[in-house]
């Protein structure tokens, strides 16, 4: 067996072991989305436990991001429901400037397929907060104080600086004059108010941490930000499919007071304590409802996204090692072809990994399928160009030799080009393995789950257990993966090829 057909079995193999793993169980029938927020998922928990105690079969799809992509993955049916607010609705989904009625909204999103439930309970409106300190200093008690203080630095949330009633309106609404203006994290924005990093930031009105740093909310004094009251969104043919969801769905409008939300962020936030123990503990006390809290060990949460991991690396590298090698041959052997070739693929190394990623869901959907394309055409440029280098470096006079004896085009391919380069193959194919391997942590982003997922749970609870549970076997996967290919370049690649680029 040649060399090259090794590698690939081997990597093959690899591909087999890593689907046996994360073999996903049945797709649930009733999928529940939340945004990558603590209160977006403790309502995401909340409604899945109310749906399953009805006997309705349900998954709960995990801090998927912000609005936009909850909303595509609405449309385009990757969800059936996720909580929302009629702010949000209004002003970012619908992207008008005045405000809507409840049944307004109802008529407009029906439009597109897409149901609103009554309000939950409670209004989590936007709102500008300061340290206690910095608005006793200062005399800021309400959100056009600001204007005075031109050199305050502010930080907001990502979603906030690019949103119709975020940033951009604020600031034309109360005159802001402030330039130092940054985007970060949400949760990470707390922490750089609590440690004078920033001035100011955007807040959520039921987030714990308001009460927790002893921040100072700012009056909005020209009643900028509309109400957020909190709803349900959910596709209009789960109804024809599943009756009684809507039905047992709507057992929960009326019933979240703002006390009540707050508490569950601050159990969430503050006392650490899981999303779906909170939202048990609330369905007990206020519908009655038994739901069991599934508690994950540490030691199966690391063990199910080392399983996630591997399949996203796994198969995007068996893909890119099937098309990159015979791209690189191609290239190798055709002078215009190879340069386009080199060129897009390179294209793809220059895009950003999360911009790539959001480019992979109108095609695609979210979940595993966009994350595994975007890690695939991300792992093409190395292979391809070391399958290149490795076939053009080769001595004119070996090729020539082969010739001579005979060999027909594609014999000199396999029995003499291929295992020459093979040294220079299996570098590019480690480098793409590595990288790829840091990559896919980003894929937690789109519900890929994987290493990241711990990753962005960690940081938004302020965990660092979490953090280093997805950051750690992370990096260790990456030295493994090093390790491995440092061991196979010295069984499957011939000595004296081996000794021909050490050095001496």
């Known amino acids: 067996m040649n060399r090259i057909a090794a590698i690939g079995l081997v990597a093959i193999a690899g591909v087999g072991i890593a689907a046996s793993l994360s073999s996903p169980p049945h797709a649930a029938e009733i999928r529940v989305g939340s945004k990558a927020f603590t209160e977006s998922v403790t309502l995401g928990e909340i409604f899945t436990g109310l749906l399953g105690d009805s006997g309705l079969k349900t998954e709960h799809r995990r801090e998927l991001g912000g609005t936009r992509l909850l909303w595509d993955a609405l449309l385009a049916g990757e969800i059936d429901m996720y909580p929302e607010y009629t702010g949000t609705i209004t002003h970012e989904i619908l992207a008008q400037a005045q405000s809507y009625s409840d049944d307004e909204i109802r008529k407009k999103l029906a439009q597109r397929g897409v149901g609103m439930s009554r309000s939950l309970g409670f209004n989590n409106t936007y709102a500008i907060g300061v340290s206690a300190e910095l608005a006793r200093r200062l005399g800021l008690e309400k959100i056009s104080d600001l204007a005075a203080h031109p050199s305050l630095r502010l930080g907001f949330s990502n979603e906030f ?55 100072k909310v700012l009056r909005d004094d020209l009643n900028h930000f509309p109400r957020y009251d909190a709803v349900m969104l959910y596709r209009l043919d789960l109804e024809p499919r599943f009756p009684r969801a809507i039905e047992v769905m709507r057992r929960l409008e009326g019933k979240i007071s703002t006390p009540a ?105 979210i979940g595993t399928l966009p994350a595994i394309a975007a890690l695939f055409l991300y792992s093409l440029l190395p292979i391809v160009r070391n399958t290149y280098t490795g076939l053009r470096d080769i001595a004119p006079s070996v090729r020539e030799s082969a010739v001579a004896i005979g060999l027909p085009r594609g014999a000199r391919l396999y029995l003499v080009e291929l295992p020459i380069a093979s040294r220079s193959i299996l570098a590019g194919i480690k480098t793409s393995t590595v990288i790829n391997v840091g990559t896919a942590t980003l894929g937690a982003l789109i519900g890929a789950g994987g290493y990241g997922q711990a990753i962005l749970t960690g940081i938004r609870l302020d965990d660092m257990g979490l953090i280093l549970q997805g950051a750690v076997p992370s990096a260790l996967m990456a030295l493994a993966a090093q390790g491995f290919f440092e061991i196979a370049d010295r069984v499957l690649i011939p000595k004296g090829l081996r000794l021909k680029g050490e050095m001496p």
Not at 300 to 316: D, F, N, P, Q
Not at 342 to 363: D, K, R, W, Y
């Open 261 to 365: 939300m707050i508490d569950m962020n601050a159990a969430v936030k503050l006392n650490k304590q899981p999303e779906s123990q909170v939202a048990a503990r609330f369905l007990q006390e206020s519908l009655g409802i038994h739901s069991d809290a599934s508690n994950e060990t540490s030691a199966k949460r690391v063990w199910r996204l080392t399983a996630e991991h591997l399949s996203l690396v796994g198969i995007s590298m068996a893909a890119a090692i099937v098309l990159s090698v015979p791209l690189g041959i191609l290239a190798a052997r055709h002078a215009v072809a190879g340069q386009t070739i080199l060129g897009i693929t390179g294209i793809f190394q220059t895009i950003p990994s999360l911009a790539l990623l959001v480019f992979m869901i109108p095609l695609l959907g």
């Open 161 to 215: 600086m690019d949103r119709a009633d975020g940033w951009p309106s604020l600031c034309r609404v109360y005159h802001l004059p402030q330039t130092n203006v940054r985007g970060l994290d949400h949760d990470l924005a707390y922490r750089a108010l609590a440690s004078g990093g920033i001035d100011a930031t955007d807040l959520y009105s039921t987030d714990a941490e308001i009460r927790y740093y002893h921040l």
